[in-house]
């Protein structure tokens, strides 16, 4: 099993560029998140997918968008990036009934310009 | 809205020596807590977790949590850091609610003198 896998693993932007964040698990888990990590600020929750067809806001969705393609899938999508969206982003998976534990990705590390 | 606070940003320990990481959670009802583990170059990982039960819980690596409900805390503890506990630790809390969010806190950095 490859878990949760994320790519790419790094990216440079311009301002005002969009680019996807792919996201994929092989765990069959129903729930999927959307992380940003930034210094001396934590993890912080952009949006997240209970189930398939189904995405909410997290605490910091300005700017995201995301779209849980199927029960494998689950993408992030900035359509016009900011330097304030320099960060490092995490995908999780969760099975959330039976172990509730957070499956992370590798991370993509962006960097806006 | 549901919060998690970690005191502690940055801890400097030396080796053998004893470790308590604070956590407290701003939520009424019933959570799931959650300590998370980010080794230099690695996925972040779960240390331990409480559900219910005993409030004492053991992880990996002889770490060990105390879930206090009266003050909404779940401190993380090490009787005897290694130097290989190295690491960003962050403490998460799910709450039992209509929503199906897992809320991080902003995380400490441990680093441990050989």
């Known amino acids: 099993n490859a878990g949760v896998t994320q790519t790419p693993k790094f990216q440079v932007l311009k301002t005002g560029q969009s680019m996807t964040l792919q996201c994929a698990q092989d765990m069959n888990h129903n729930s999927m998140y959307w992380y940003r990590q930034d210094p001396g600020m934590g993890l912080r929750l952009i949006y997240y997918s209970a189930s398939e067809g189904t995405t909410d806001k997290g605490e910091v969705p300005n700017g995201y968008n995301v779209s849980r393609l199927n029960k494998r899938e689950f993408s992030l999508r900035l359509e016009s990036a900011a330097p304030s969206q320099t960060s490092v982003y995490f995908c999780?998976?969760?099975?959330?009934?039976?172990?509730?534990?957070?499956?992370f990705g590798p991370g993509t590390r962006l960097t806006v310009l | 809205a549901q919060s998690v606070s970690q005191h502690n940003h940055h801890v400097i320990l030396s080796e053998a020596a004893s470790l308590e990481l604070g956590c407290n959670y701003s939520?009424?009802?019933?959570?799931?807590l959650f300590w998370y583990v980010q080794y230099p170059g690695q996925h972040l990982q779960l240390l331990l977790k409480y559900f219910s039960g005993d409030p004492l819980v053991k992880g990996i690596k002889g770490f060990e949590a105390e879930f206090i409900k009266s003050k909404f805390s779940f401190n993380l503890r090490k009787p005897s850091v290694q130097w290989s506990d190295t690491a960003e630790y962050f403490c998460?809390?799910?709450?039992?609610?209509?929503?199906?969010?897992?809320?991080f806190g902003k995380g400490t950095r441990l680093h441990i003198l050989p």
């Open positions: 999780a998976s969760n099975d959330r009934v039976y172990t509730d534990t957070q499956y």
């Open positions: 998460a809390v799910r709450t039992m609610n209509r929503d199906d969010k897992i809320i």
């Open positions: 939520y009424g009802g019933t959570v799931n």
